[in-house]
C-alpha cells in the first residue's frame, strides 16, 4: 500500500493485464484496508497514454498532491490504476520530470524509447515493429512503400485478443486503416502541417512529407488499440473490483476520474458494475479520448443508434463530469480524422478538420457530452464557485488552464492544475 514516492496516503494501486484480470493480491490489500484506514471517500484515477509504471505513477503523484491542503478534514484515500497502454515519446507532458516526458525530436522515425514502448504494448510483435521503424527511416518511395506500411500497421492491430466495446451501437473500425494508406498518409501529413505551423510566428509554405503521416498513421493504430482496451479494462476488469470492493466496505464512496482513454476505462468501468452497486459518487473525465455520444440515447446523424454507455450516468449516484478544451489537438485535429467510421472524401487539415468532418467524429475532451438532454454546460471558475449539479452530465470548459502543450498532441496531457484537483472534489462533495 504506502509507495515512498508517492504525494498522499493511504495509496494502493490495481494493475489490470490488457485482457481486464486484475493482479489478485493488489486487489485484496485495497478490500482488507480500505476501511482499516478510516477512508469514507475513494479517488480511484486511470491514467490515459502512459507507456510504464513510472509514467503513470508520476501523473498520480502531481494530480493528487494538492488534494490534502484543499480536503484536509475529510478521509480520502487513493487508487492509482495501472493498465497497459503507451505514449509516443515525442508528445510533451507539461510540468513532468524530463525522465518521464522528455520529448524526442520531431522526425518520421521511431526513436528507441517508443520503439520499446510499441513492444512492451504488444508482445511477441517486435519483429513487425522493427519492420515498421525501418520503413519510417528508409522511406521507400511511391504509393507502393506507403501501401506496404498500412498493411503492416493493420497487422499490428489485429493482435488484441479480442474486439474490446465500441462507442456507439454497431461502431466498427475506422476506414482510415482499411482504406488507401498513401492517401490516409498524405492526410495525416497535411493535419500535423497544419498543427505545426499554426503556432509558428511566420509559418512557410511546404509540401507535407507524406512519411510523415505514416508516423502519425501507426500513432493512431496504437491509439485506437488502446481505445479498445481501455473499455475492456474497464467493463471486465475495474467494474467487478468496484462491486466487490462495495461489498467489504460498504460505507466507503468511490469517485472515478480518467484522463484521456483513461476516461473512457472508468466509464466502462460503470457498464461492468454489478446491478445494485450505488457506491460510485461521481466520475470526473479529463480531456476523454472517446466519443462524445458515448451517453447519448439517440445519435443525431444516425437516430436508430445510440451510445454503447446510454443511460449510465444513471448508474453514479452523483455526477458526470467531463472537462474539454479546445487547446487540445490531439482530440481536436487527430481524433476526428482517425475516427471516422465511413467514407468521407472531403479533404480539410489543421483546426478545420472537426468542423469539416462534422459533430459524428467528436471526442468528449474536444467538446463534452453530446447529445444527453439536461446535460448542463459551465465554464471553470463557474464549476469550482458552484455546486455542481447533483446528477446528470456537467460539461466543463477547461480550457482556462488546459492550454499549454505543443505538436501533435497540444494540451491533452495539461491536467496537473489543482483547479482540476479541486472540481474531483466538487463532484464528489468530498470536504
Known amino acids: 500500500m504506502a509507495d515512498p514516492g508517492m504525494s498522499v496516503t493511504p495509496y494502493w494501486e490495481l494493475t489490470f493485464d490488457a485482457d481486464?484480470?486484475?493482479?489478485?493480491?493488489?486487489?485484496d490489500r485495497l478490500m482488507a484496508q480500505v476501511t482499516e484506514h478510516g477512508v469514507r471517500d475513494l479517488i480511484v484515477f486511470a491514467h490515459g497514454w502512459n507507456s510504464d509504471r513510472s509514467g503513470a505513477t508520476a501523473l498520480y503523484r502531481g494530480f493528487f498532491a494538492p488534494i490534502p491542503d484543499l480536503a484536509p478534514k475529510a478521509r480520502v484515500g487513493y487508487v492509482g490504476v495501472i493498465w497497459p497502454s503507451m505514449r509516443f515519446s515525442d508528445e510533451p507532458i507539461p510540468d513532468f520530470p524530463r525522465s518521464v516526458a522528455a520529448a524526442a525530436p520531431a522526425t518520421a522515425g521511431l526513436d528507441?524509447?517508443?520503439r520499446q514502448a510499441l513492444v512492451a504494448v504488444f508482445p511477441d510483435r517486435a519483429d513487425l515493429i522493427g519492420?515498421?521503424?525501418?520503413?519510417?527511416?528508409?522511406r521507400p518511395g511511391g504509393a507502393q512503400g506507403l501501401t506496404e506500411f498500412g498493411r503492416l500497421v493493420r497487422q499490428l492491430i489485429d493482435t488484441e485478443p479480442h474486439p474490446g466495446v465500441a462507442d456507439t451501437e454497431e461502431e466498427g473500425e475506422p476506414l482510415v486503416f482499411t482504406q488507401d494508406p498513401a492517401a490516409a498518409c498524405e492526410e495525416f501529413a497535411g493535419a500535423l502541417a497544419a498543427v505545426r505551423s499554426a503556432g509558428a510566428p511566420?509559418?512557410?509554405?511546404?509540401?507535407?512529407?507524406p512519411w510523415e503521416g505514416a508516423k502519425e498513421l501507426l500513432r493512431q493504430a496504437t491509439y485506437y488499440t488502446m481505445?479498445?482496451?481501455a473499455g475492456t479494462v474497464g467493463e471486465r476488469g475495474l467494474g467487478p473490483v468496484l462491486g466487490a470492493l462495495a461489498g467489504a466496505a460498504p460505507g466507503v464512496r468511490v469517485h472515478l476520474a480518467g484522463h484521456s482513454f483513461g476516461g473512457r476505462l472508468v466509464s466502462f468501468g460503470l457498464r461492468g458494475l454489478p446491478d445494485g452497486v450505488r457506491s460510485v459518487k461521481s466520475v470526473t473525465l479529463l480531456q476523454g479520448a472517446f466519443s462524445h455520444y458515448a451517453f447519448a440515447g439517440r445519435v443525431p446523424q444516425a437516430p436508430d443508434r445510440s451510445g454503447a454507455l446510454k443511460d449510465r450516468q444513471g448508474r453514479i449516484d452523483g455526477p458526470l463530469v467531463c472537462c474539454y478544451s479546445h487547446f487540445d489537438t490531439a482530440l481536436g485535429t487527430f481524433y476526428p480524422l482517425a475516427s471516422r467510421l465511413a467514407g468521407d472524401d472531403r479533404s480539410c487539415v489543421g483546426s478545420e478538420i472537426a468542423a469539416v468532418l462534422g459533430?459524428?467524429?467528436g471526442a468528449l475532451g474536444h467538446d463534452g457530452v453530446q447529445a444527453v438532454p439536461g446535460t448542463a454546460r459551465l465554464d471553470l471558475a463557474a464549476a469550482l464557485t458552484g455546486p455542481l449539479p447533483a446528477s446528470?452530465?456537467?460539461?466543463?470548459d477547461a480550457a482556462a488552464?488546459?492550454?499549454r502543450g505543443g505538436p501533435p498532441t497540444g494540451a491533452h496531457s495539461d491536467i496537473v492544475h489543482p483547479e482540476l484537483a479541486r472540481l474531483v472534489l466538487a463532484a464528489g462533495r468530498i470536504g
Not at 481486464?20 to 486487489?27: I, Q, T
Request: aromatic share 4%.
Open 227 to 229: 481505445k479498445r482496451r
Open 112 to 114: 528507441a524509447d517508443t
Open 20 to 27: 481486464g484480470d486484475v493482479d489478485g493480491p493488489e486487489r
Open 392 to 396: 446528470g452530465c456537467v460539461n466543463v
Open 202 to 209: 511566420a509559418p512557410a509554405f511546404s509540401i507535407p512529407n
Open 401 to 403: 488552464v488546459v492550454r
Open 131 to 138: 519492420r515498421l521503424a525501418g520503413m519510417l527511416d528508409e
Open 359 to 361: 459533430p459524428e467524429w
